[in-house]
């Protein structure tokens, strides 16, 4: 019951955090538009760090089913088999792809350490431009 209480909160704050994003840059940029009107060009939104990681989806280890894991320091459980893994695991499991944050679309992701970190390091979105990078690129 405790674990379905705090999936709704959390459920609840991703959809929160879904509505207000979008309410934070646009009120006050009515009057910014018409004076740089293309700065959000190459990108809308974008984030760095694996704290603002974008959902990820993963592969379970014991059954072989999708894996939505939304925050980067959860607990990824498996909603099929009875599967628990530390989100320390992260890296243990077969990860299939991003999910973009902003418009939900199935993201581009790579590698810039292929040999040192094995976790992907970026991720782009085609489809509303958004981008998250492990690092700063400097
Ligand atoms: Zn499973
Ligand atoms: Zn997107």
Redesign the pocket.
């Known amino acids: 019951m405790i674990d379905r209480i705090r999936l709704v909160v959390r459920w609840l704050g991703w959809i929160l955090e879904r509505i207000v994003a979008p309410l934070r840059s646009n009120p006050d940029s009515v009057g910014f538009t018409l004076s740089i009107p293309e700065t959000g060009t190459t990108t809308i939104d974008g984030d760095v760090g694996w704290g603002s990681r974008p959902p990820a989806l993963l592969r379970c280890s014991r059954c072989g089913s999708d894996l939505y894991h939304r925050h980067p320091y959860d607990d990824i459980d498996c909603p099929r088999c009875v599967a628990t893994h530390s989100y320390e695991e992260f890296a243990a499991l077969e990860f299939r792809r991003f999910r973009?944050p902003?418009?939900?679309?199935a993201?581009e992701h790579g590698n810039r350490h292929p040999n040192r970190i094995d976790v992907p390091e970026w991720a782009t979105?085609h489809?509303?431009?958004?981008h998250w990078e492990f690092r700063h690129s400097y």
Do not use: F
């Open positions: 973009c902003v418009c939900g679309s993201m979105c489809a509303c431009r958004y």
